[in-house]
C-alpha cells in the first residue's frame, strides 16, 4: 500500500540510533518534500498526496510542521476518495482554527455535504467534528440538524451528523438553532438501528441539559428503549451484544440521559424501578463470561444505574440495595471495581436513606486505608470516611485518619489535615478531645497544617471556658518536646498569653518556666511568630507581675530594640513602654482576655471546599499589610494610645497584630472590592444613593455565601429574591459575592430593548476552570423576554474579570425573572451558583410627565376594577419623602409634582414599553406617618401589569 | 471524552486525537504530563486516576498504552471498554495488531478511531458496522489506485 511504502521512507527515524540521526534525516526529508512542492512542475494528485501523508507522518512523530496545509487543503476537492481522505486526515490532524484556510476547507467541505455521496459526507462530517471550531459552527450549525432529519439521510451519516452537531453545540451553542428538528431528534430513540439510536443519545443528553423543557419527551421514550435492552437476551441484538451484555454502551448513555431529570411520573416509574431492579438483579447472577470485558460492562451499566438511583434520592429501597451492591465490591479483587466503589459510596452517605447503610462498611473502608497499593484508592477511601462521619464514629474515624496521616502520600496530607480538623470540630462531645486532635495534627504533619486550622482552635479554646485551662496544660507539655513545629509555638503563645494563668499554681508550671519555655523557641521562629511571642510577653506582663523585670530585660536587649525587622522593632518598643509606664489597672484594661469571637461558620469548611486555594493566604497577607500600616500610621507614643484605649476592641487588636484576625472574619471588603472598582467608580446618581445600607446588606448574602457555593442549586436560591429587590430601583451594583466569586452588573434600558453587562470576578488567584454561565428562563418567560449572550471564556484566571453582555428584548409583561446559573471547577471541585437576575418589567418604563387636570382624567378612565391594584403595607424602611421620591423616579415613572391635592402623597406616570404592547402606568403612593403605613395604588391598562408593579414597587419603601 | 493518547512505554507517542480546541504548546505539555504519571504507575494499580480537573482511564496492551481523558460525570467502566473495543478493532483489521502496525499504518488507525468515535463520542460500537465502513473505504482506495495505475 502506497502509504504503507511512504511512511517506511521516512519511518527510519522511528529507529534511528540516536536524536541527532533522526532529526538530521527528518531535516532532509522535509527539505526535499518543500522543494517538490515549490517546484515549477505541478505536482499530480497521487505525489502530492504521498507528501502530504509524510509530512503527517513526522508530524505524528513529533516533529512540528509549519508548511503543506494549502497542499491538504486542495487534497480536499479530489475526487479520488484515497487523496481527499488524506487531506481530511492532514487537516483534522493539523489545522486548529486558521482563519484564512478555514474558508477554503468550509468551501470544500460545502461541496462534500451537498455531494449526497455518503461516503463524502461522512468524511466532511468528521471533518467538521474534528476541527469543531467557531467558524465551521457559524457555517455549519444551521446545516447538519436538516441532514440529521431528513427521511432519505443514510443511517450511517445520520449518525455522524448527531455527534457531530454535538460537537459544534459543545463549542458554540448560541450557533445551534433550536426548532422545529428537535422533536424528530427525541424520536431518533425509536430508531431500528441501534448506532443511530446511541449516536442520538449523547446528542439529546446534551442538549436537555441546557434545554430541559424542549426534551423532555426523551424520557419516556428512553425508559421504554432502556426496558427492551435489559430484558433482552444476550444474543437478540446481534453484533450490540458486547461479552454478553446487551448495549452496554446505549444503556450506560440512556440512563446518563434519564439523570438530566427528576423522577418521572407515576407510570414511567413503575417501568423505570422494573429496569433498575434487573439491573442489580442481574449483577448477583453468575456471570456469563470469566473475561474481564464481561464484568467491565456489565458493571458499568450497573454503576450508571446506581448514579441515577441516587440521583433521584427517592427511593430508599434502590438506594439501600444500591448500597449493599457497592459494599459486595469494597472486597472485590479488581482494584478498578474498589475504586468505583468507593467513589460512589461517597454520594450515596449523603442521602438520609443509605447514609446507616454506608456506615456499616466502615471497617472495610478502613482497611482499605491501611492496605491499598494505589494512592488513588486510598485517597478515595479517605473520602468516604470524611463522607460517612457523624457523631457515632466521629472518634474512631478521626483516629483512623491521623494514624494514616503519619505515613500518607504528600499530595494528599494538607487534604486530609483540613478534613481531620473539621471532622474533630464538627463532632466534638468533649472539647478536650478536640484540642488533643488539633495538636496531634501539628505534631504529625506541622507543615500541612495551614493557617485557618490553627486560629480556628484558637478561636474555640476562646469561646469555651470548659477547655481553656486543659488547652494551656497541654499545650505546655507539647511545647516541652525538643523540637516541636512552629505552628505549635504559635498556638502555645497565644494560649499561654491567654490563659496560662490558670496553670501558673502548679510549680511546674510557673511564669517563670513557662516565659522560659517560650522563649527558648523565639530564636528558631520566623518574623510573624516571633511578633506574636512578643504579643504573648506582654500579655505576661499583665497576668504574672512578678516576672515582669524579666521581660522587659528581652525587651530591651538589643536584639529587640535594634531589630532589623521593623515590626519586631517597634512591638519591642511599645510594649517596653506600655509595661513601664502603663498603670497595673490601665495593663489589666488594655491586656484583658481577648472577648469570644462571634459564632461564624468554620474556616477550614471554606478552605476545603477551596481544596488548597492559595487565595486565603494573599488575603491574610493584605490584611497584615494593613493592620501594620495602621500602627506605623500612628505617631502618637504609645502611653498615650494605651489610655485612650479602653473599648475592648482595640485590645483585641494589639494581639491580633501581625498574625492577622482569623482569615473569615469578614469578607475582605477591601480585596473584594477592588476587583470591581472600575465599574462602579462612576459618580454616583441619586439613583444608587437610594440604598443606604447597600453595603451592609451585600454582607448579608456573603455571610450565606458557603452554602452558595454547594452542588444544589436550591440552596442557592435562597435570598435571592431579597437581591432582585434590590435593583428594581437601580441598574448597577453587586450581584453576589462569595469568598470565590463576585458578579457585578451594569446595565441599561431604553423602551422595550435593554443592555447588561455581567462582570465575573474571580476573587482568588487560582484559575477557575470549564467557567459557564448559563441564563436560564422557564417557557413562559421565554416567550415574553427574549435574552442573547455569548458564552465567555471557559477559563477566568486568578484575579481576573471577565465580562459577559446580554441583549435584552421585553416581548409583552413578565413577572418571572431569569436565572444565572454559573458552574465552574475551582481546585478541582464543582462549584455551582444560582443567582436571580434583576431584570424586572418596570425596567422597561419611560416616564411620562402630565398636568394634574390629565392625570385625573385618565385615572378615572382606568377605573375597571381589573386595572386596578391596591396594597397597603408597613414601611420598612425609614419614611423620608426625599429618598421616596428618588425611588420612585429610580423605578421608572416620572415623578408628578403638584397633581395630588394631599401633598405628601406621590403620584407617578409613565409606559411600560413591550415589543407587543405599550402600557400606560399611572401610580399612588400614600404615606400615613402616624401609622408607618403605605397605601400603594396601580392603575394600568392591563391586570397583569398593574399587579406585577404593585409587587415590585411595594418592596422598595 | 477530551482526549485520547496511544503511547508506548518508552514514552514516544503513537497516537493523539483531540476533542477539545488547544494550543499545540497546551497539548504538548498535557501529554508529556500525562505520559509522566501514568508511566510512574505500577502494574496492578487502579485504571482510573483523577488529573487536573479530568478523569483518566487508561490500559496497557503489550508495549503501548491506551489513555483517555474523560470528564466527571462520564462512566470510567464504559471508557475501557472503549478503549478495548478499539484495540479489538485494530487486531481484527490488521490480524493481530502490533505497535508497528500502528506506526506504519498510522492512518488507518485514525480512520478506525474515526469510524468509531467521533468528536469525543461512540458512533457504532458494533464491530461490523465499524470494519465494514472501513472496508468500503479501503475498496474505493484500492479503486482509485487502479485508476492511477492506468
Given amino acids: 500500500m502506497c502509504v504503507a511504502d511512504t511512511a517506511r521512507d521516512v519511518s527510519g527515524n522511528a529507529h534511528c540510533k540516536s536524536k541527532e540521526a533522526e532529526i538530521k534525516r527528518i531535516n532532509k526529508e522535509l527539505a526535499n518534500i518543500r522543494s517538490k512542492f515549490k517546484g515549477d512542475k505541478a505536482l499530480d494528485g497521487y505525489s502530492k498526496k504521498k507528501y502530504v501523508c509524510k509530512l503527517l507522518f513526522i508530524f505524528l512523530l513529533g516533529h512540528d510542521i509549519d508548511f503543506g496545509h494549502m497542499e491538504a487543503v486542495n487534497l480536499l476537492s479530489s475526487n479520488r476518495y484515497t487523496e481527499k481522505?488524506?487531506?481530511?486526515?492532514?487537516?483534522?490532524?493539523?489545522?486548529?482554527?486558521?482563519?484564512?484556510?478555514?474558508?477554503?476547507?468550509?468551501?470544500?467541505?460545502?461541496?462534500?455535504?451537498?455531494?449526497?455521496?455518503?461516503?463524502?459526507?461522512?468524511?466532511?462530517?468528521?471533518?467538521?467534528?474534528?476541527?469543531?471550531?467557531?467558524?465551521?459552527?457559524?457555517?455549519?450549525?444551521?446545516?447538519?440538524?436538516?441532514?440529521?432529519?431528513?427521511?432519505?439521510?443514510?443511517?450511517?451519516?445520520?449518525?455522524?451528523?448527531?455527534?457531530?452537531?454535538?460537537?459544534?453545540?459543545?463549542?458554540?451553542?448560541?450557533?445551534?438553532?433550536?426548532?422545529?428538528?428537535?422533536?424528530?431528534?427525541?424520536?431518533?430513540?425509536?430508531?431500528?438501528?441501534?448506532?443511530?439510536?446511541?449516536?442520538?443519545?449523547?446528542?439529546?443528553?446534551?442538549?436537555?441539559?441546557?434545554?430541559?423543557?424542549?426534551?423532555?419527551?426523551?424520557?419516556?421514550?428512553?425508559?421504554?428503549?432502556?426496558?427492551?435492552?435489559?430484558?433482552?437476551?444476550?444474543?437478540?441484538?446481534?453484533?450490540?451484544?458486547?461479552?454478553?451484555?446487551?448495549?452496554?454502551?446505549?444503556?450506560?448513555?440512556?440512563?446518563?440521559?434519564?439523570?438530566?431529570?427528576?423522577?418521572?411520573?407515576?407510570?414511567?416509574?413503575?417501568?423505570?424501578?422494573?429496569?433498575?431492579?434487573?439491573?442489580?438483579?442481574?449483577?448477583?447472577?453468575?456471570?456469563?463470561?470469566?473475561?474481564?470485558?464481561?464484568?467491565?460492562?456489565?458493571?458499568?451499566?450497573?454503576?450508571?444505574?446506581?448514579?441515577?438511583?441516587?440521583?433521584?434520592?427517592?427511593?430508599?429501597?434502590?438506594?439501600?440495595?444500591?448500597?449493599?451492591?457497592?459494599?459486595?465490591?469494597?472486597?472485590?479483587?479488581?482494584?478498578?471495581?474498589?475504586?468505583?466503589?468507593?467513589?460512589?459510596?461517597?454520594?450515596?452517605?449523603?442521602?438520609?436513606?443509605?447514609?446507616?447503610?454506608?456506615?456499616?462498611?466502615?471497617?472495610?473502608?478502613?482497611?482499605?486505608?491501611?492496605?491499598?497499593?494505589?494512592?488513588?484508592?486510598?485517597?478515595?477511601?479517605?473520602?468516604?470516611?470524611?463522607?460517612?462521619?457523624?457523631?457515632?464514629?466521629?472518634?474512631?474515624?478521626?483516629?483512623?485518619?491521623?494514624n494514616y496521616l503519619e505515613t500518607a502520600d504528600y499530595s494528599i496530607r494538607e487534604e486530609i489535615v483540613l478534613k481531620v480538623a473539621i471532622l474533630a470540630e464538627k463532632y466534638a462531645v468533649d472539647y478536650t478531645w478536640y484540642v488533643d486532635t488539633i495538636l496531634n495534627l501539628i505534631r504529625i504533619a506541622g507543615d500541612y497544617v495551614s493557617e485557618e486550622v490553627w486560629y480556628r482552635v484558637i478561636q474555640i479554646v476562646i469561646n469555651r471556658d470548659d477547655v481553656q485551662g486543659y488547652a494551656a496544660k497541654t499545650v505546655f507539655e507539647a511545647l516541652q518536646a525538643p523540637a516541636c513545629h512552629e505552628n505549635l509555638v504559635k498556638v502555645g503563645g497565644y494560649i499561654l498569653g491567654e490563659f496560662g494563668n490558670l496553670i501558673a499554681g502548679d510549680p511546674r508550671s510557673s511564669p517563670l518556666i513557662q516565659f522560659n519555655l517560650l522563649h527558648s523557641k523565639f530564636h528558631l521562629c520566623s518574623v510573624p511568630t516571633r511578633a506574636l511571642l512578643l504579643s504573648t510577653y506582654i500579655k505576661f506582663v499583665n497576668l504574672f507581675p512578678e516576672i515582669k523585670t524579666t521581660i522587659q530585660d528581652v525587651l530591651r536587649s538589643d536584639s529587640q530594640l535594634k531589630n532589623a525587622d521593623v515590626e519586631l522593632q517597634q512591638r519591642a518598643v511599645e510594649y517596653l513602654r506600655l509595661s513601664t509606664i502603663a498603670s497595673t489597672d490601665i495593663l489589666a484594661t488594655v491586656l484583658e482576655e481577648m472577648p469570644p469571637f462571634p459564632e461564624r461558620e468554620s474556616s477550614i469548611l471554606a478552605k476545603l471546599k477551596k481544596k488548597k486555594g492559595p487565595s486565603t493566604v494573599t488575603d491574610l497577607e493584605e490584611t497584615k499589610k494593613e493592620r501594620s500600616a495602621d500602627m506605623n500610621g500612628g505617631t502618637e507614643p504609645a502611653p498615650v494610645n494605651a489610655s485612650a484605649v479602653s473599648t475592648p476592641s482595640p485590645s483585641a487588636d494589639l494581639l491580633g497584630l501581625g498574625t492577622g484576625p482569623p482569615p473569615n472574619a469578614a469578607p475582605a471588603p477591601a480585596s473584594s472590592g477592588s476587583l470591581l472598582v472600575d465599574v462602579f467608580s462612576e459618580p454616583a446618581s441619586a439613583v444608587t444613593q437610594l440604598a443606604p445600607g447597600s453595603q451592609e446588606n451585600f454582607a448579608s448574602p456573603d455571610l450565606a455565601s458557603s452554602e452558595l457555593v454547594s452542588e444544589e442549586p436550591s440552596e442557592a436560591a435562597r435570598g435571592a429574591d431579597e437581591l432582585t429587590h434590590k435593583f428594581v430601583c437601580k441598574n448597577n451594583g453587586v450581584l453576589f459575592e462569595n469568598q470565590l466569586l463576585q458578579i457585578g452588573l451594569k446595565s441599561e434600558f431604553r423602551q422595550n430593548l435593554g443592555r447588561m453587562f455581567i462582570f465575573y470576578g474571580n476573587k482568588t488567584s487560582t484559575q477557575f476552570l470549564t467557567f459557564t454561565p448559563t441564563l436560564i428562563c422557564s417557557d413562559e418567560l421565554q416567550s415574553n423576554l427574549n435574552l442573547q449572550t455569548k458564552p465567555v471564556d471557559p477559563t477566568v484566571d486568578g484575579g481576573a474579570q471577565v465580562q459577559q453582555v446580554v441583549n435584552i428584548e421585553c416581548i409583552s409583561d413578565f413577572t418571572e425573572a431569569p436565572v444565572l446559573n454559573i458552574q465552574f471547577r475551582y481546585g478541582g471541585t464543582f462549584q455551582n451558583v444560582s443567582v436571580k437576575l434583576p431584570i424586572t418589567l418596570n425596567k422597561f418604563f419611560q416616564p411620562t410627565e402630565m398636568a394634574s387636570q390629565d392625570f385625573f382624567q385618565r385615572w378615572k378612565q382606568l377605573s375597571n376594577p381589573q386595572q386596578e391594584v391596591q396594597n397597603i403595607f408597613k414601611a420598612k424602611h425609614p419614611m423620608d419623602p426625599e429618598i421616596t421620591k428618588a425611588k420612585i423616579i429610580g423605578f421608572g415613572s416620572a415623578l408628578l409634582e403638584e397633581v395630588d391635592p394631599n401633598p405628601a402623597n406621590f403620584v407617578g406616570a409613565g409606559i411600560i414599553h413591550t415589543r407587543t404592547a405599550q402600557i400606560g402606568c399611572l401610580l399612588r403612593l400614600e404615606p400615613n406617618l402616624q401609622a408607618q403605613m403605605y397605601r400603594l395604588t396601580l392603575r394600568t391598562s392591563k391586570e397583569t401589569v398593574s399587579q406585577r408593579l404593585c409587587e415590585l414597587l411595594s418592596e422598595q419603601f | 471524552m477530551r482526549f485520547m493518547l496511544l503511547f508506548s512505554r518508552q514514552g514516544k507517542l503513537r497516537l493523539q486525537k483531540w476533542y477539545l480546541a488547544m494550543s499545540d504548546k497546551e497539548r504538548k505539555k498535557m501529554v508529556r504530563e500525562l505520559m509522566q504519571v501514568v508511566l510512574a504507575r505500577k502494574p496492578k494499580m487502579c485504571s482510573f486516576l483523577e488529573w487536573r480537573d479530568l478523569k483518566v482511564v487508561y490500559k496497557r496492551y503489550a508495549s503501548l498504552y491506551f489513555c483517555c481523558a474523560i470528564e466527571g460525570q462520564d462512566n470510567e467502566l464504559i471508557t475501557l471498554e472503549l478503549i478495548h473495543r478499539y484495540v479489538e478493532l485494530l487486531d481484527k483489521y490488521f490480524g493481530s495488531v502490533c505497535e508497528l502496525d500502528i506506526i506504519f499504518n498510522f492512518e488507518k488507525a485514525y480512520f478506525i478511531l474515526d469510524e468509531f468515535l467521533m468528536g469525543g463520542d461512540v458512533q457504532d460500537t458494533s464491530k461490523k458496522s465499524v470494519l465494514k465502513a472501513i472496508e468500503q473505504a479501503d475498496l474505493l482506495q484500492e479503486d482509485g489506485k487502479e485508476r492511477n495505475v492506468q
Avoid at chain 1, 446487551?246 to 423505570?272: H, T
Fill in chain 1, 85 to 402: 481522505q488524506i487531506g481530511y486526515l492532514f487537516i483534522s490532524v493539523l489545522v486548529n482554527s486558521n482563519s484564512e484556510l478555514i474558508r477554503l476547507i468550509n468551501n470544500a467541505i460545502k461541496n462534500d455535504l451537498a455531494s449526497r455521496n455518503p461516503t463524502f459526507m461522512g468524511l466532511a462530517l468528521h471533518c467538521i467534528a474534528n476541527v469543531g471550531s467557531r467558524e465551521m459552527a457559524e457555517a455549519f450549525a444551521g446545516e447538519i440538524p436538516k441532514i440529521l432529519v431528513a427521511g432519505d439521510t443514510m443511517d450511517s451519516v445520520k449518525q455522524s451528523a448527531a455527534l457531530c452537531l454535538l460537537r459544534l453545540y459543545r463549542t458554540s451553542p448560541d450557533l445551534v438553532p433550536m426548532g422545529d428538528w428537535t422533536s424528530r431528534v427525541v424520536h431518533l430513540l425509536n430508531d431500528q438501528h441501534l448506532g443511530v439510536v446511541t449516536a442520538a443519545t449523547s446528542l439529546i443528553t446534551t442538549l436537555a441539559q441546557k434545554n430541559p423543557e424542549e426534551f423532555k419527551t426523551s424520557v419516556s421514550l428512553a425508559v421504554s428503549r432502556l426496558s427492551r435492552i435489559v430484558t433482552s437476551a444476550s444474543t437478540d441484538l446481534q453484533d450490540y451484544t458486547y461479552y454478553f451484555v446487551p448495549a452496554p454502551w446505549l444503556s450506560v448513555k440512556l440512563l446518563r440521559l434519564l439523570q438530566c431529570y427528576p423522577p418521572p411520573d407515576p407510570a414511567v416509574r413503575g417501568r423505570l424501578t422494573e429496569c433498575l431492579e434487573t439491573i442489580l438483579n442481574k449483577a448477583q447472577e453468575p456471570p456469563k463470561s470469566k473475561k474481564v470485558q464481561h464484568s467491565n460492562a456489565k458493571n458499568a451499566v450497573l454503576f450508571e444505574a446506581i448514579s441515577l438511583i441516587i440521583h433521584h434520592d427517592s427511593e430508599p429501597n434502590l438506594l439501600v440495595r444500591a448500597c449493599n451492591q457497592l459494599g459486595q465490591f469494597l472486597q472485590h479483587r479488581e482494584t478498578n471495581l474498589r475504586y468505583l466503589a468507593l467513589e460512589s459510596m461517597c454520594t450515596l452517605a449523603s442521602s438520609e436513606f443509605s447514609h446507616e447503610a454506608v456506615k456499616t462498611h466502615i471497617e472495610t473502608v478502613i482497611n482499605a486505608l491501611k492496605t491499598e497499593r494505589d494512592v488513588s484508592v486510598r485517597q478515595r477511601a479517605v473520602d468516604l470516611l470524611y463522607a460517612m462521619c457523624d457523631r457515632s464514629n466521629a472518634q474512631q474515624i478521626v483516629a483512623e485518619m491521623l
